[in-house]
């Protein structure tokens, strides 16, 4: 089953699109001075996701791309199968609630009833089991040539985005190479990635050769659904929690953190990388004018 795919950008399959109106709110205020202005807040609106009839989470959400967001919660979740028939996902903007239809008869009452709190935000739920599905994962082992690092934060801290229209939100990024191709936002990293999930499985896309990027912390959870989708690279301009990377070691991703101008630190697949490129080549980072920590 595929979604509509909007090509948005020359180089990207889906980019960002700051001027969305349903994305941004125009709110005045007043600065440190005391004068009045006027500035762009980003919109959380809450979305309910249902499997066949079944209310599995309510999650708050920028409002973009619904669909691809519940297939890919409930995908990482382990509540859709691999090889899932997938017969409607039907999104009531009205009624705010996505249903995601299965030719499979569902029932997950006993998995609903273990759920684990983590430090993410906006829908920072996993349940109970996911790390279950850890056991036997084995990543690719695919080699990350540090000139593709570069080229992709290069490109993708430059593209316009809702994080440097209004701060207060995070993205992730699939790549493939040096080559961004599908780049997600929300109030929550969590929901950036089950937007990823979502498009691969509805395109059917492979993960061997991919990379996730993502402007959030590399935390345990960030490091299992990265697992669970099959991708064997995770890079992020923010830092490690412990467990993330024991548990990247454990799997065989490649972590890549603190990816900033000529600076990063491999904590996990060090053994995979390639420095194929010259650092006095690459210019450190220009500092972001207003938006600085809104989206780590």
Sequence with gaps: MQLATRKSDDSFLIAPDPSAPRLTRTVTGHDQTGAEITTNV???RPLTIFLN????????TIGDY???LALGFLRNQGMLQADEEITGVDFDEDLETVVVRTARETNYEEKLQKKTRTSGCAVGTVFGDMMEGLED???PQTELRTSWLYALSHE????PSLYLEAGAIHGTVLCEGDRPLVYMEDVGRHNAVDKIAGWMFSEGVSPENKILYTTGRLTSEMVIKTALMG???LASRSGFTAWGVEIARQVGL???GRLRGQRFVCLAGEE???RDADIASVGDEPKRAGRKGDGS
Aim: no cysteine; glycine share 0%; proline share 7%.
């Design 231 to 233: 991708i064997p690279v």
């Design 42 to 44: 980003v919109e959380e």
């Design 272 to 274: 995979r990388l390639v």
């Design 254 to 256: 490649t972590l890549i």
């Design 66 to 68: 619904p669909e691809y």
């Design 137 to 139: 994962t084995k990543l």
């Design 53 to 60: 009839s079944r209310e599995i989470v309510t999650a708050m």
């Design 156 to 159: 993708i801290n430059r593209t």
